[in-house]
Nanobody, 124 residues
Framework: QVQLVESGGGLVQAGGSLRLSCAAS????????MAWFRQAPGKEREFVAA????????YYADSVKGRFTISRDNVKNSAFLQMNSLKPEDTAVYFC?????????????????WGQGTQVTVSS
């Protein structure tokens, strides 16, 4: 099994920044993809960003392009989401997800491992 633990959420004013972290432990893979999703109250979970094993490619939802940056540290089995120019509509619980293998997906159903989530609240 894989355990994912997110941290770094909090309350921030619009225009501010936060950096989320996700630490993975447990089962190891020769390669794996990591992604961030978010879920606002009353809404479905949505894709935010994903990054390949080698960090050669990153993918973003249109709503966060140019504001959010995903990165990873394979030595520390960690992924990060730098969030800048935050907007009230970014308010949600943010989840880290992991999938073994080399193919990157943007659908939540493709990720078998999930963290517990961290709350991000952006005030106007």
């Amino acid at each position: 099994q894989v355990q994912l633990v997110e941290s770094g959420g909090g309350l921030v004013q619009a225009g501010g920044s936060l950096r989320l972290s996700c630490a993975a432990s447990g089962r190891t893979f020769s390669s794996y993809n990591m992604a961030w999703f978010r879920q606002a109250p009353g809404k479905e979970r949505e894709f935010v960003a994903a990054i390949t094993w080698t960090s050669s490619s990153a993918y973003y939802a249109d709503s966060v392009k140019g504001r959010f940056t995903i990165s990873r540290d394979n030595v520390k089995n960690s992924a990060f989401l730098q969030m800048n120019s935050l907007k009230p509509e970014d308010t949600a619980v943010y989840f880290c997800a992991l999938r073994g293998g080399s193919t990157t997906y943007m659908r939540s159903s493709e990720y078998p491992y999930w963290g517990q989530g961290t709350q991000v609240t952006v005030s106007s």
